[in-house]
């Protein structure tokens, strides 16, 4: 019964704000280093945020200042802030675990960003 469920996702106009939400079940988010990937149609999946089972974060340089990752190993959960959305945000985005020997996805939640 493992499972990553990520929710949060819709249509928003841009320059607004989502917070995606990524639950775990079925195993404790704790120990694992966490990752929000995304992908377009027609495009490569590509890595958003990461945050490490210490609380260390990184971004991809195109979306540092913008987003934002944290996780709330109580709720065994881990989010992403999303400001200042812009069309070319636009994806599908999805959830990471990952252990040394292990790791698991999401099936991932529709952002769409569009006046």
């Known amino acids: 019964q493992v499972q990553l469920v990520e929710s949060g996702g819709g249509l928003v106009q841009p320059g607004g704000s989502l917070r995606l939400s990524c639950a775990a079940s079925?195993?404790?988010?704790?120990?694992?280093?966490m990752r929000w990937y995304r992908q377009a149609p027609g495009k490569e999946r590509e890595l958003v945020a990461g945050?490490?089972?210490?609380?260390?974060?990184n971004y991809a340089d195109s979306l540092k200042g913008r987003f934002t990752i944290s996780r709330d190993n109580a709720k065994n959960a881990m989010f992403l802030q999303m400001n200042s959305l812009k069309p070319e945000d636009t994806a599908v985005y999805y959830c990471?675990?990952?252990?040394?020997?292990?790791?698991?996805w999401g099936q991932g939640t529709q952002v769409t960003v569009s006046s």
């Open positions: 945050i490490t089972s210490t609380g260390d974060t």
């Open positions: 990471r675990a990952e252990a040394s020997r292990r790791y698991y």
């Open positions: 079925g195993f404790t988010l704790s120990t694992y280093n």
